[in-house]
């Protein structure tokens, strides 16, 4: 049970950054073989594709969100970022094309992502947030150093 907790995050953001990094590339570059939907799921993404945007944008999008996952670089906002990606595979697979189980996989790997992150969360989940006052505004690197150069001074 220790291995699992101690890995089980690691195992997980790989898993889903290969994912996302492996079929946001075979979009653009056509390395697996891909069969046309059929009925609704077909024209639900021909319409997709019609806008000429949509897929480019979205798997432009897999590709860099799942390299910050295999990188475990920013993995709260790549999280944040896939989340209504994985919604929408998920309500894709169950109701217009049922048969796949990767979408399940995919929404319960995210979840448990989501949970394993919890404490980078809670800011964002606060009720009440208020915006940063201006005194602890973010200030740039340089200008902290010119300040405490001239403090040190006087």
Known sequence: MNIVRRHGPTVARVLLGLVFVVF?????LHFLPAQPAEGAA???????????????????TEIVAGLALLSGRFVPLALTVL???????????????????????LVVLELYLAWSYRDSFRAVLAM?????????????????????ASAARV
């Open 42 to 60: 077909g024209t639900f993404l021909g319409g997709l594709a019609a806008a000429g945007y949509f897929f480019p944008f979205l798997k432009g």
């Open 128 to 148: 009440n947030a208020r915006p940063t006052p201006p005194e602890r505004a973010f200030v740039p690197r340089i200008g902290r150093e010119r300040e405490g």
């Open 24 to 28: 946001g590339s075979n979009y653009f």
């Open 83 to 105: 989340a209504p990606v994985v919604l929408q595979i998920g309500l894709f697979h169950t109701l217009l094309s049922p048969g796949p189980a990767v979408a399940a996989v």
